[in-house]
């Protein structure tokens, strides 16, 4: 079974829609530089601080009520993303 989830383009963060379902790989982009007045701390977000290769695997949907979040295991450990995410499918069966 397929379902949409709509994350924002990198580029012109127009909305749009992907189709995502268990099994596909993803790949979730690199963080913007950090401002100025962080100075060296660095990123603080859960792929940065684990050095992630920042590709995951779709793991199953939330059974969440009405919710639109997935379940994905990337090499740094579990992680749900959602339509707000910005995530790129890379591979699946269309």
């Known amino acids: 079974m397929l379902y949409t989830i709509s994350v924002s383009e990198r580029d ?52 969440y009520k009405n919710s639109d979040r997935w379940f994905t295991m990337f090499d740094c450990g579990g992680w749900d993303i959602n339509e707000t995410d910005d995530v790129e499918v890379l591979s699946g069966d269309r």
Not at 23 to 48: Q, Y
Request: charge should be positive; glycine fraction near 8%; proline fraction near 13%.
């Open 12 to 63: 012109n963060k127009k909305q749009r829609s992907l189709l995502v379902k268990v099994g596909d790989l993803i790949w979730v982009p690199p963080c913007p530089p950090m401002p100025e007045e962080w100075g060296d701390c660095g990123c603080p977000c859960f792929f940065c601080t684990n050095n992630s290769s920042r590709y995951g695997i779709v793991v199953s949907k939330a059974p």
